[in-house]
């Protein structure tokens, strides 16, 4: 659980009303940049779906996203990639 001053302080970033949507939304913000300010996962995925047009592209968005879409932009191992979010 996220506490509630930074949810109020995302609020001022995030179209929505309800907290909860409010704070799945800097979830997902936060888990986007921890993988993408990565240099293995940069490089092996790509940010894809809506909420991928929403997030980079609409503002404000226009509809909620509960999920990140990425897929892998090279063949590795499955198990590569589980042993190293687990990391």
């Known amino acids: 659980m996220i506490n509630r001053t930074a949810i109020q302080q995302w609020s001022e970033h995030a179209p ?6 409010i ?3 800097l979830i997902i913000c936060r888990a986007l940049v921890s993988i ?3 240099e293995f996962l940069a490089s092996q995925l790509a940010f894809r779906g809506g909420t991928a047009l929403h997030k980079l592209y609409l503002s404000p968005q226009p509809r ?3 999920e990140i ?3 892998k932009e090279r063949k590795v ?5 589980l042993i190293y ?3």
């Open 69 to 71: 879409a990425n897929i």
């Open 85 to 87: 979010l687990r990391l």
């Open 77 to 81: 191992s499955k198990d590569l990639h």
């Open 16 to 21: 929505w009303i309800d907290n909860a949507q």
């Open 64 to 66: 909620y996203s509960e």
């Open 36 to 38: 993408f300010s990565d």
């Open 23 to 25: 704070e799945q939304d």
